[in-house]
């Protein structure tokens, strides 16, 4: 191969598009970016590869856009990671123009520009105008507003009448009916030259309302965006040796059972497989939660997803892609999504009751008005005054406008929150469920007594595990890292993979691993030794790390009146060794399909449950759940299925989450009883045929003026803590890259 | 009082204007990378990219 496996070379080709003749195009998700510092190095370092015609960093998106000649990609992520910047392929297929943002940002400069036009003349006539310009007036308004309403307004049109086909009613139903009530008299008091004309009231509701949609909107694209941009971790493609000798480099989907897969180490298996020759150890931690590497020989069955470790593997595929591991989990997934009781959002709820209610006054109303005065325009102004009035404007922006600033403030803490309902449900936890591997725990092991271990032995231990993929090579590497040892780089070293590692150091035979390959003299205590010509000098013990913050995180839950416990996929032993020291109650050896049950089971005992859960094997528990959530490092299945998705190491996260969203459904239960308020003092005004299109233009902007300054207060306090979190995190990272 | 059939014309027109150009920066993707377009603007790059050698670690 031209390239290392480090550099993902045939993934690059597999992920790129034609950009022009002899032209490819890449995109790579950086997410250490974070100033123009980076955005100047990283466009002179991938410029000056000689392939790449054209390097562009967008510094809102954390991406770099390579353009490149030929048909091997330049080395750019290995340029990228020994510059310090952790780098991975994005694809372009999961990216597509976002046709919905661009739509309701163009509704919403066209409804701007209408209703500050109309609003300009419209202040004309309240001010006094002589009928002749009134006419005119509104004449102007009706030619401005006829197509903005149009254009504008059918974003509501179209979902409320989908709702109305299907017999449901949301916010859409009022707002529409409303807009085009009040359109239509306004239309029909221009045709007889009224005195009153409500087209600035119609335009800028749905300005109004444009705008929560929008930030809704732009609040769970930007979740969505940072979560593609995360790292994927399902193999590409696979090198499948063809019958004639040669080697292609085939995407997932296209290997059939029986083909014969040359998986190096560092290298996901990409379908079931069984192995052919070769041994090496796998991390199984993402498909099935066990913590300790497995090892593999010669006819083991493999999972799709699980990564080889120390040795090259020859494998024959047993599964394609589909009938795999991974798609079976899907599958799981989706009839535990299925059997998730549907849940409906708040404004929905509050739609339910309100529409009714409004448009009972409405006809109220008017039959009021017809009886005691006969007159049936005034009768149908008065009524239509009322459906004005109430239009849920700041109905509309009481929910999302608080959603918003919710999201906002826990993207400062690095969570992404895929939209507002996820919020709604989180407020209404009263139990988490852990997954151990990878969430309580960092999800790879740390050295147990660091400072056991002499500098200089820990020094020869770290120079020769330093090439070696092995979590525990890694682990010492780390120590070693940590404490500033030199390393150097020993002559004639050697894997053996299952046992350990073989250096010779000035003519010595050193050895670091098992006990009874490293040792002369076997002795029954575990761990990884250190060795010279079979004598024991160091010993290294190994745990499982938890994640930063785990205690306080589940003791700020329990604070909070939340129940907690784990359900782990890994074996009794390292379950109990973590959970005693938590105080929480455990089960281990749970399979997915137990794990789904368990969480239903609370489920029916009336418990809302939230999963916190990174495997493979956790993803369908994430879709059953109540609500759910999952670390950046999370299977991709398991990313996609969690409500919420933490960047940070921190498990504090979980606590925080749900603090700010209970804080989000308090102000929204506030948002919702100032808008009702506002209804219960402005409808009677409006029975009373009081409301002149000047007292309704007044009294809308100012109760939604109200909802979303009310909405922003939770967008104020911490962001500082938040800030030097962010941070740290960003100085931390390229290290953690280059440790690797 | 004839003074708006010349001055209404010119307010919406230039509201349409602005309209449109804000339509038109929507689509030439003016929006797309707002915090880097920030950042540039204090880059001061005379030269073309590919002539510069790669600048070594801070």
Not at chain 1, 7 to 25: E, F, H, K
Not at chain 1, 110 to 115: H, I, Q
Not at chain 1, 195 to 211: G, N, P, Q
Request: hydrophobic share 45%; glycine share 10%; charged share 20%.
């Amino acid at each position: 191969m031209p390239t290392g496996p480090s550099d993902l070379g045939d993934d690059l080709l597999l992920a790129s598009r034609i950009a022009g003749p002899g032209l490819r195009q890449n995109e790579l998700s950086v997410p250490t970016i974070h100033c123009g510092g980076c955005v100047q190095r990283i466009e002179r370092l991938l410029g000056g590869l000689p392939e790449v015609e054209r390097a562009r960093v967008n510094l809102s998106t954390k991406r770099v856009a390579v353009t490149w000649r030929g048909d091997v990609p330049p080395p750019l992520i290995s340029t990228l990671t020994e510059a310090g910047f952790a780098a991975h392929i994005h694809d372009f297929a999961v990216e597509e123009k976002d046709g919905v943002l661009r739509e309701l940002v163009r509704a919403l400069a066209v409804a701007g520009f209408a209703s500050g036009n109309i609003m300009m003349l419209s202040v004309a006539v309240w001010s006094g105008a002589d009928p002749a310009s009134r006419d005119t007036f509104h004449w102007l308004s009706a030619a401005i507003a006829l197509p903005s309403l149009a254009y504008c307004g059918r974003i509501f049109f179209r979902s409320a009448w989908q709702a109305l086909r299907h017999g449901r009613t949301n916010m859409d139903v009022p707002i529409s009916i409303g807009v085009l009530l009040a359109f239509g008299l306004s239309f029909y008091d221009t045709l007889h030259h009224g005195a009153h004309a409500y087209f600035d009231a119609a335009i800028s509701l749905l300005f109004f309302l444009l705008v929560g949609r929008t930030l809704d909107h732009l609040m769970r694209e930007r979740a969505r965006t940072a979560v593609k941009g995360l790292a994927r971790l399902a193999a590409r493609g696979a090198t499948v040796l063809r019958a004639d000798g040669s080697q292609r480099y085939v995407p997932v989907a296209d290997i059939r059972p029986g083909m014969t897969i040359l998986l190096g180490s560092g290298d996901r298996v990409p379908v079931d497989a069984r192995v052919l020759a070769g041994q090496s150890e796998l991390d199984v931690s993402l498909a099935s939660g066990e913590s300790l590497p497995q090892p593999a020989g010669v006819g083991d069955r493999l999972q799709a997803g699980t990564l080889n470790l120390t040795g090259a593997l020859t494998l024959q595929a047993t599964a394609a892609a589909q009938d795999s591991f991974l798609a079976e989990m899907t599958r799981l997934m989706e009839t535990a999504e299925a059997g998730r009781s549907a849940y409906r959002r708040i404004a929905d709820r509050a739609a339910r009751l309100y529409a009714p209610v409004v448009h009972l006054t409405a006809l109220l109303t008017f039959g009021g008005w017809l009886l005691v005065t006969d007159d049936l325009h005034l009768a149908v102004t008065v009524a239509i005054a009322v459906l004005i009035i109430t239009c849920p404007c700041a109905l509309g922006l009481a929910v999302p406008m608080v959603h918003v600033a919710a999201a906002r403030r826990l993207f400062k803490g690095g969570i992404m929150v895929k939209d507002g309902g996820a919020l709604e449900r989180l407020a209404e936890v009263d139990h988490v469920v852990f997954d151990k591997t990878g969430t309580l725990t960092k999800g790879v092991p740390g050295l147990a007594d660091p400072d056991a271990v002499a500098p200089d032995l820990l020094a020869i231990a770290a120079a020769m595990a330093s090439c070696s993929r092995h979590p525990y090579s890694q682990a010492i590497v780390a120590a070693a890292w940590a404490r500033g040892l030199p390393l150097t780089a020993p002559e004639e070293l050697r894997e053996h993979p299952g046992t350990g590692l073989e250096a010779r150091i000035d003519g010595r035979l050193w050895r670091l691993g098992r006990s009874d390959w490293a040792l002369s003299e076997p002795s029954l205590r575990d761990g990884v030794m250190l060795s010279e010509n079979g004598r024991l000098l160091g010993r290294f013990c190994f745990e499982e790390e938890l994640r930063p913050q785990a205690r306080e995180a589940v003791a700020a839950l329990e604070a909070m009146g939340i129940s907690s416990e784990i359900l782990s996929g890994d074996h009794e032993g390292a379950v109990r060794r973590l959970a005693l020291p938590l105080g929480l109650p455990y089960r281990a050896d749970v399979s997915p399909v137990a794990k789904v049950d368990a969480i239903s089971s609370l489920a029916r005992a009336g418990r809302k449950v939230l999963m916190v859960g990174d495997g493979l094997n956790d993803g369908p528990a994430l879709a059953a759940a109540h609500v759910s959530m999952a670390p950046a490092s999370a299977a991709d299945v398991g990313r996609s299925a969690a409500d919420l998705v933490f960047l940070h190491d921190t498990l504090g996260a979980v606590p925080e989450a749900i603090d700010i969203a209970r804080k989000a459904r308090d102000l929204v239960r506030q948002n919702l009883i100032l808008a009702i308020g506002y209804n219960a003092l402005a409808v009677p005004i409006a029975i009373l045929g009081q409301v002149t299109p000047l007292v309704a233009a007044i009294a809308m902007s100012l109760s939604s003026i109200v909802v979303v300054g009310n909405a922003l207060r939770l967008g104020r306090g911490r962001s500082q803590r938040a800030a030097s979190k962010g941070d740290k995190l960003g100085t931390m990272q390229p290290a953690a890259g280059m440790a690797r | 009082m004839t003074d708006f059939f010349y001055l209404i014309p010119i307010a919406l027109a230039l509201g349409a204007a602005g309209l449109a150009a804000f339509l038109w920066s929507l689509r030439n993707g003016q929006y797309d990378d707002l915090d880097g377009a920030a950042e540039r603007i204090l880059f001061d790059d005379d030269k073309p990219l590919k002539d510069d050698p790669p600048r070594q670690k801070k």
